[in-house]
């Protein structure tokens, strides 16, 4: 095991890291910017560094910065967390030559997987189910384009093949309308992502979001940890999760996760990773996976008992994985609600100081935040200040101690969309758990 990493992040993920590490007797280098220096895990680091001026750019984007903050720290090893850096092949690799361990998968497989059409390719090979699709990114011909839009059946959707976060795609309904969607798709992929890469997918209707955790050793074991339902989501970011998934048996699960598994043996993949697909008609379709560790990852926590933070770690240190599949026990239901420091109508972000916090508590009640009394969010980064987490041996149970946990907690002195979350988890369709990916923006009007 290591004796020492440095946190290549911020926030409530960088506190989740920095207990784990302590669990684990590992001491820990907390990188900050100007702007971060109050952070909780800063305060209760072994050690820590200012890495560069409050905006991401200079700090918790500054490869050069932080391979120099481990370099005079005597770190053996850096955690990307999620965000920033976390899912950058060109910084794993850095980090690989710098003599580091990067806790995460090789920076050959997150380049492999980082790009849709490669990733795919990768996933078709390896048996997982795929969206019919052009198989393959699209050229200027343009017969050729509308030939396959019309194979593969309309509506169909453009997708930049670096995108990411609900970027870079674009819905066409029409044969008219084709050619200029690809063409504006590709010039916003060179904008967002400098590669204008895009290919085309069959656009799914009305499916769910529905995602499944794996985790690898560097000795080629591979299991899964079940799914999760990431459907209630606005602009293509999540709000809601919760696990396991409504109505996916446990054959459908064993079905699909070891499918997930054994892709991970495929592509010589290790860590913690996610393989996400849409769900529709009782068919799952691929469409992405992160290289790394993710943001709902505790409601798996919660459903299985396995500390993925840690088995991160542990996987990145060379341990073999400490469980089989045969270990891995679905008990429960767990409900994550995304705490954002925004208006909760308008979304605009809403940094300040807070000037009363109340963290609700009771059975089944969690709570992830790096946010205190008097503690100021600042403007330069993600809205996210916490991660409010039910669980009970039902869903009903988990339900009705989210509604409890919401009524109670106080964050007062800037916005946030607490009045949204209370909204949807008394809302009939979310609670009868018959929605899909379009269900909060049908619901917000948007």
């Known amino acids: 095991?290591?004796?020492?990493?440095?946190?290549?992040?911020?926030?409530?993920?960088?506190?989740?890291?920095?207990?784990?590490?302590?669990?684990?007797?590992?001491?820990?280098?907390?990188?900050?910017?100007?702007?971060?220096?109050?952070?909780?895990?800063?305060?209760?680091?072994?050690?820590?560094?200012?890495?560069?001026?409050?905006?991401?750019?200079?700090?918790?984007?500054?490869?050069?910065?932080?391979?120099?903050?481990?370099?005079?720290?005597?770190?053996?090893?850096?955690?990307?967390g999620y965000g920033f850096l976390s899912e950058n092949a060109d910084f794993a690799e850095r980090v690989e030559k710098s003599g580091f361990t990067f806790v995460g998968p090789r920076s050959e497989t997150i380049r492999l997987m980082g790009d849709k059409v490669s990733a795919i390719r990768a996933m078709v090979k390896a048996g997982v189910p795929c969206v019919p699709g052009s198989d393959g990114p699209l050229d200027d011909d343009k017969e050729r384009n509308i030939k396959l839009a019309s194979g593969i059946g309309y509506p169909i959707i453009i997708k930049a093949a670096g995108g990411g976060g609900g970027r870079g795609m674009r819905v066409v309904h029409t044969e008219a309308a084709l050619l200029n969607a690809i063409a504006l798709t590709k010039t916003e992929a060179n904008s967002f992502f400098g590669n204008d890469m895009v290919y085309m997918e069959k656009f799914l209707e009305t499916p769910r979001h529905i995602e499944f955790q794996v985790l690898a050793d560097k000795h080629g074991n591979a299991i899964h940890l079940g799914e999760r339902d990431c459907s209630t989501q606005r602009k293509h970011q999540k709000v809601i999760e919760e696990a396991p998934a409504i109505g996916i048996t446990e054959k459908v699960r064993q079905e699909i996760g070891t499918r997930c598994a054994n892709a991970c043996a495929e592509i010589g993949y290790y860590g913690a990773g996610t393989f996400e697909f849409l769900y529709e008609n009782s068919e799952f379709y691929f469409i992405e996976m992160n290289t790394r560790v993710q943001v709902e990852h505790p409601i798996t926590e919660i459903i299985t008992g396995v500390d993925i933070v840690a088995e991160q770690l542990k996987i990145a240190a060379g341990e073999p994985l400490g469980y089989t599949?045969?270990?891995?026990?679905?008990?429960?239901?767990?409900?994550?609600?995304?705490?954002?420091?925004?208006?909760?109508?308008?979304?605009?972000?809403?940094?300040?100081?807070?000037?009363?916090?109340?963290?609700?508590?009771?059975?089944?009640?969690?709570?992830?935040?790096?946010?205190?009394?008097?503690?100021?969010?600042?403007?330069?980064?993600?809205?996210?200040?916490?991660?409010?987490?039910?669980?009970?041996?039902?869903?009903?149970?988990?339900?009705?101690?989210?509604?409890?946990?919401?009524?109670?907690?106080?964050?007062?002195?800037?916005?946030?969309?607490?009045?949204?979350?209370?909204?949807?988890?008394?809302?009939?369709?979310?609670?009868?758990?018959?929605?899909?990916?379009?269900?909060?923006?049908?619901?917000?009007?948007?």
């Open 1 to 80: 095991m290591f004796d020492k990493i440095l946190i290549a992040n911020r926030g409530e993920i960088a506190l989740r890291i920095l207990r784990a590490c302590r669990e684990l007797g590992i001491q820990t280098v907390a990188v900050h910017s100007s702007a971060d220096k109050n952070l909780k895990h800063v305060r209760l680091a072994d050690e820590s560094v200012c890495i560069g001026g409050a905006s991401s750019t200079e700090s918790y984007l500054n490869v050069p910065a932080i391979i120099s903050a481990a370099e005079i720290t005597d770190a053996e090893a850096i955690h990307p």
């Open 325 to 446: 599949q045969d270990d891995i026990k679905i008990s429960g239901h767990a409900i994550e609600c995304r705490l954002n420091a925004e208006h909760p109508e308008t979304f605009i972000p809403s940094p300040g100081k807070i000037t009363q916090l109340h963290i609700p508590g009771g059975p089944g009640i969690r709570v992830d935040t790096h946010i205190y009394n008097g503690y100021t969010v600042p403007q330069y980064y993600d809205s996210m200040v916490g991660k409010l987490i039910a669980s009970g041996n039902s869903r009903e149970s988990a339900l009705a101690r989210t509604k409890t946990a919401l009524r109670e907690i106080v964050i007062d002195g800037i916005d946030t969309n607490i009045p949204l979350l209370r909204d949807i988890i008394v809302d009939k369709d979310f609670a009868s758990g018959i929605y899909n990916i379009h269900y909060l923006e049908k619901k917000l009007g948007l």
